[in-house]
Each structure stands twice: as C-alpha cells, then as structure tokens.
C-alpha cells in the first residue's frame, strides 16, 4: 500500500512573554484516490495541494497502480497530475480536484472505454461512516476516459525537440523530427542525408499508420495533429537515425501514443512501434503457428529445432523435480540401511539424469540459436544494434530478441513467444512482440526515475 503523503501544515506562533492567545487547529483529513484500471497499470502522478506541488514531486513523479492516500487540513484542495503530465517541466492540466470539507474523501477513478464526453470533476455519491474509524467518507467517482487521457498526455511543442534528441543527432534528423511536432501534412515523412566522406548519400521514407485505439476511445483525434506530437522526440530520432545508418530505405512505423491498451509507455509517449524495417515484416509468428504464419524470418529447419528445444526444456524441468524429490527423499529421517542405500542409489541416477537433460537442452539451445540467427536480415541486426547503444533508449522488444532494461549488464533474450503462466490472462510480453518491433524512450523525469 502507498504510503500516506502529507503536505506541510502551517501553524500559528506567538511571540509574546508571558501571553496566550488561541491558536485555531485544523482538522485533519484523509483523502484517497482509487483507479480502476482497465488492465493492469502503473500510472506516474504528481499531487498538488491549494495549487501547490507536494515536495515529495519536485523532481519526478511517483507511480501508482492502484491508490493514492494523503492527509490534508480541511478546506484545503487536492488535485492531481497524471501520465506524462506530470514531468516536473510539464504539469499543466491537473485533474480531479476536490476541496475537502469535515470529513474524509475517497474518490473512485474509474477508466471507461469508448467515446465519452464529461468532466473530469469527482461527483458526490453519498456520505459513508467508516465501520473501522467511525469517521464520515465522503464517497466521490469520476471517470478516466480517452478524452483525459490525452489531456495528461503531453504534447511536445517544436521549441522543446532540440534539448530531447539524443547527441549526435544530425541536422537532417533533428530537422525531420521537429516537423512533426510543426504539423506534417501526410503521414509520410522523408529525409536526406547528403555524401559525406566514405558514406554515399542515403534517403529513408517514415510511414505513419495510425492505430484504432485513440480513433475508438478519444472524441476528436487526428494522428498527425493529436496522436505523433504526443510521442517524445527522442524515439523517432532513434529510429531514424538508426535506419539512415546502415541504409534502410523505408520504416513502418505502427503505433505511437495511445491512450487504453497495453503498457504505460505508450500512454505517456514514450512507446513507439515498427511494422516494417525496410522491406522486412517485423514478424515471427510462424514459430509457434507455422504454416499459418508463413515468413521468410523462420525457417522450416527453425521450427523443428524449436519443438525439440522445448521437449529438451520440459526433460530438464521434469529432471529437476525428480532431483529435488531425489535429495528429500535421501535425507528423510528414520530411513533403514537398506532404504538408505535405495535412496542414495536413486539419488545417483537421477544426477546423471539431470546431468544428460542439461546438456541435451544446452545443445537444443545452441542449434535453435544458430538457425535463427542465420535467417535474421542482417539489416534488422544492424538496425537493433544501434538502438540498443542508444542512450534514450531503455527497452527494446521485437520477434527475434527481448532487452526489458538496455541500461543493465544482462544481454537481450531471444524471443520465444512464451504464453502467460497459468492463470494470467491475456498475450505475454513475449506474444505481444512476435509481430513488431517496440522501443521505449529513456525519461526519468516520467517513467524511469
């Protein structure tokens, strides 16, 4: 549970010797945000009170996937600022203000699909005594919906790109990327790069596709004057340069910000999606359903080894249990010699067993590896390499590899379309990445703080 956050209550003081006066005291009163969220979430908040930001948030933001408790004196207004709003540079929309009277608040915040229109204004409910506390709650609801969501949803101005591009950016880049936030006219952009020393001049043609998302859920929303200025310049200099690096002619990129599906990234402009690099489709589903799926990215050779590399994973998990039973049932109490020799024989066998199966999926592994790397384009290796070195880029996901933190030691993971454990709903990660390519930008002062 969050913590309770508490503004700085003034006090009355005197300085007169010898003298009293009455020093009127405040209630104080509890007031709680509940978000209900469509999926699972963590949202970035800031909290203001009587129009001032809490210190708590004065450098970054704090993340939240359910509640947020604070104390406050009566008559004192509460109201917060949400996603990506809440960098300490932006924080200009605040929502959900309430003014608190006597009595508790608890205000219930729930996302809701589809076009709705309203404000984002909590509404009285009823007066509620708390059983625990005997005080009065005064139970208030309001809605989080796609109109909100691009409220809190910043929308960078040309004169913000420069100081947010990542080094090096060359002109032609940043120049290509603050014509988005001008206003582009088609969803194509394209840039030149003129010859410069060994390099031959090179072209790279950016493809917008808009998403149905926030057509579906937003009331008025157009991709090139509400959606593409919503996303951090740094991930489209990212991808562009990247792809001017090694000479890719075309991206495709898919999904940019987007109000109500999948992770916080995207909602905060901070996620952005490729379809195509080049000509190559960013997509590797005919691993796990073959045929049905049918792309040059996975081999008829891969798919085979695949299946045999998860028979060698399931042998090795079977043996590891049969271990762990092995060695309990070798130390139990009360054994006779003969049991004990039994047991300790069983033991053996089943090292040796474990032993086989561990190689036998360190080999699977190895032959797995190397005929799906051998039907990478080298251009998407390429491409991948320079996003993962880029210093504005913390996450990449994409059908061949999975890199959730670029900034640690760990290298990236192959993608092996993994569904969810038993009992989560939905695509995993895993899944959700075998048909693009997805990077989320660096910004410590949203998301990574």
């Known amino acids: 549970m969050a913590k ?20 009127p005291c405040k209630k104080a009163c509890k007031v709680i945000y509940r978000f209900i969220f469509r999926s699972s979430l963590s949202m970035p908040y800031a909290v203001a009170v009587d129009g001032k930001v809490l210190a708590a948030f004065k450098d970054r933001p704090k ?7 604070l104390v406050v004196e009566a008559g004192q207004c509460v109201e917060l600022y949400l996603n990506s709003d809440a960098h300490p540079a932006y924080r200009k929309n ?127 929303y157009a991709l090139l004057k509400d959606g593409l200025p919503r996303v951090h310049p740094a991930g489209y200099a990212a991808l562009f340069s990247a792809a001017l690096e090694h000479g890719i002619a075309t991206l495709q990129v898919t999904s940019c910000w987007r109000p109500m599906l999948g992770s916080i990234a995207h909602r905060a402009g901070l996620g952005l999606d490729v379809g195509y690099v080049g000509a190559t489709p960013m997509n590797r589903q005919e691993l796990r359903l073959g045929k049905r799926m049918d792309t040059s990215n996975v081999s008829e050779k891969e798919v085979a080894l695949f299946k045999e590399l998860e028979a ?22 009360g054994l006779t010699a003969e049991q004990k020799q039994q047991a300790q024989e069983r033991l053996g066998a089943t090292k040796r067993n474990k032993d086989q199966t561990s190689r036998a999926r360190a080999n699977a592994s190895n032959a797995w590896d190397k005929e799906r790397e051998a039907n990478e384009p080298a251009k998407v290796k390429l491409f991948r390499a320079s996003l993962l070195q880029c210093s504005c880029v913390f996450q990449l996901f994409d059908p061949w590899l999975m890199d959730a933190n670029t900034k640690d030691e760990m290298a990236p993971e192959p ?23 997805h990077v989320t930008v660096y910004e410590p002062k949203i998301l990574h703080g």
């Open 94 to 220: 605040p929502v959900y203000k309430v003014t608190v009277g006597e009595e508790d608040v608890e205000v219930v915040i729930t996302e809701v699909a589809g076009k709705q229109t309203g404000s984002d204004t909590p509404a009285l409910c009823q007066s509620k005594k708390d059983a625990a506390t005997g005080r009065t709650v005064q139970q208030m609801a309001a809605k989080l919906t796609g109109d909100i969501w691009m409220k809190v949803s910043h929308k960078y101005a040309p004169s913000e790109v420069d100081a947010l591009l990542p080094p090096k950016t060359s002109a032609e880049v940043a120049a290509a990327v603050k014509s988005i936030y001008s206003g582009l006219g088609t969803p194509t952009l394209k840039i030149q790069l003129p010859a410069a020393g060994s390099q031959p001049a090179r072209g790279l043609s950016i493809e917008f596709i808009d998403s149905s998302n926030p057509k579906e859920n937003i009331t008025s």
């Open 415 to 437: 993608n092996m379309q993994r569904p969810q454990p038993p009992g989560k709903k939905g695509p995993s990660n895993e899944e959700l990445h075998a048909h693009h390519l």
């Open 63 to 69: 993340r939240t996937d359910s509640q947020i408790p």
């Open 4 to 23: 309770e956050l508490k503004p700085d209550f003034s006090c009355q003081t005197n300085d007169k010797h010898n003298s009293v006066v009455d020093a």
């Open 312 to 333: 060698a994973i399931l042998a090795d998990k079977t043996a590891d249990a049969e271990l762990i039973a092995a060695k309990r049932a070798a130390s139990a109490p």
